[in-house]
């Protein structure tokens, strides 16, 4: 799973906060690849993602950011498409015929869509103690973690009988439900899939509940 087709000439520096899932995602891919790469740790509550310095990387403002060599990419979800293609043997973690590609994608876009307005908007309002109500959040992430209880079934994967950048992509911030106090219980096959992805050769886990703090 982690065999990759090449390597980066210097260490891939991955710009990122301890507490944020779209890192974590990117940092996971990185480890899963066997890659080498330094992370940049982005001091979030001094704002230095809105720096100038940090704008030059990512005029959005937001982290993850790689730098790999002369490349300089943003959004998580597209480091990760990246990464596969040119680290990964072709195939490996994102497939190479249309269907199979279609349905990488429609998971990445739940990454961004219901995956970030439910359970990771429901953990940064209790992490940053936002005088934000959650329930709506925690509605949205549990009708989620309901359809992807059924569709697991079947293979345990998102898409196919092997891992890909969906399930990277989509982990995060499901395993760090709880936190936003979304129980993971009523979901075997979810959480037997979390394991799943646990269990896979390189495997590093996000920190648990650390605001500002480094690694």
């Known amino acids: 799973m982690n065999a990759s087709t090449s ?3 210097q260490p891939i520096q991955l710009y990122r906060h301890v507490v944020s899932g779209h890192a974590h995602r990117v940092q ?16 979030l509550l001094a704002k230095a993602h809105k720096s100038p310095e940090f704008l030059a990387l990512n005029a959005f403002g937001q982290l993850p950011v790689i730098q790999d060599g002369d490349v300089t990419l943003a959004d998580s979800n597209a480091i990760l498409v990246y990464l596969a293609t040119r680290y990964a043997a072709p195939g490996a973690w994102l497939p190479g015929d249309a269907l199979g590609a279609a349905q ?11 995956i970030a307005f439910g359970p990771a908007v429901a953990r940064v309002i209790q ?3 936002l005088p934000t109500d959650p329930s709506d959040a925690i509605h949205r992430a549990n009708q989620l973690f309901a359809v992807m209880d059924t569709h697991l079934r079947p293979s345990g994967y998102l898409v196919g009988s092997t891992p890909t950048i969906a399930d990277i992509a989509c982990y995060s911030y499901i395993a760090h439900a709880p936190e936003g106090n979304v129980s993971l219980q009523p979901y075997p096959q979810l959480r037997a899939w979390l394991a799943r992805i646990e269990a896979l050769p390189g495997f590093v886990p996000m920190a648990q509940n650390r605001i500002g703090l480094a690694e």
């Open 28 to 43: 996971l891919m990185l480890s899963l690849l066997d890659l080498p790469f330094d992370m940049v740790e982005v001091d």
């Open 104 to 114: 990488v994608q429609r998971w990445l876009s739940v990454a961004a869509g219901q």
């Open 127 to 129: 992490l940053f103690q």
């Open 7 to 9: 390597r980066p000439a």
